[in-house]
């Protein structure tokens, strides 16, 4: 993969969502790009922060590990994937934002450790806005709760709302579940939560940013669209 490659798709990328956030009535500055580094080798995540792509997700714990000590450049790194409680502690000196937060008992682990390392780790409530039985998130008559509940804890802090949207061809659908995640998002951001700050709306990824955007999104994660499709035989 060539830095002229990655140069010409992010060029791409960086016009579709110019083009998104005006729709919605905003500038492109206002929305963040998070390219999605998992299963890239360093050259390639080098490669991506040397252009400035200054913000990475990854999926796993063990790829930021891997990753975190030899890119240069200082990016800030997501936790976008699944976390398990028993890993929180080798990312929590390291991640800027861990999008995945679905349980109490994920939160309160963050909480523990960002205690004891002496931080306040940001973090978004991920919700599986279509109930889809294969994907992690809360449901999203659960997600007052679990916010309020999480807004009591120290060193942690609510900055908004993630999901993954389905896999699907059917665009009315994604409208309507992006429709949802604003709308849900406006709501908590109305009610304050203590210390709950309702700032990110992640949602969007290289088939379906575009639409995201255009129904609220401000952080959109993009791996394919910037990089080609993912080599898993590593
Ligand atoms: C892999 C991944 C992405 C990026 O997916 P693309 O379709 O390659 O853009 C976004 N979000 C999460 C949570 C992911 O795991």
Do not use: C
């Amino acid at each position: 993969m060539s830095y002229q490659y990655i140069r010409d798709n992010l060029e791409d990328v960086m016009a579709n969502i110019e083009r998104a956030a005006i729709k919605s009535g905003r500038k492109k500055e206002d929305i963040t790009l998070v390219a999605v580094t998992k299963t890239l080798s360093h050259d390639v995540v080098q490669a991506a922060v040397d252009l400035g792509l200054m913000v990475l997700g990854e999926n796993k714990v063990q790829e930021v590990m891997d990753k975190y000590p030899v890119i240069s450049g200082d990016p800030q790194w997501h936790l976008i994937g699944h976390l398990q409680t028993n890993k929180v502690k080798y990312i929590i000196d390291k991640v800027a934002l861990i999008h995945s937060v679905d349980s109490l008992r994920l939160a309160e682990e963050i909480s523990k450790r960002a205690v004891k390392a002496d931080v306040i780790m940001p973090i978004l409530v991920q919700i599986n806005v279509a109930e889809e039985e294969t994907k992690f998130g809360i449901n999203v008559n659960d997600v007052e709760a679990l916010v309020q509940a999480i807004s009591d804890l120290p060193g942690i802090q609510i900055k908004g709302l993630m999901t993954i949207a389905p896999n699907t061809e059917d665009e009315e659908a994604l409208r309507k579940y992006f429709k949802e995640m604003k709308d849900i998002f406006e709501t908590l951001k109305k009610t304050m939560y203590n210390g709950s700050d309702m700032t990110y709306l992640s949602m969007g990824m290289t088939n379906d940013y575009e639409m995201a955007i255009e129904e609220g999104s401000n952080l959109v994660r993009i791996g394919t669209g910037l990089f080609g499709a993912r080599h898993y035989n590593k």
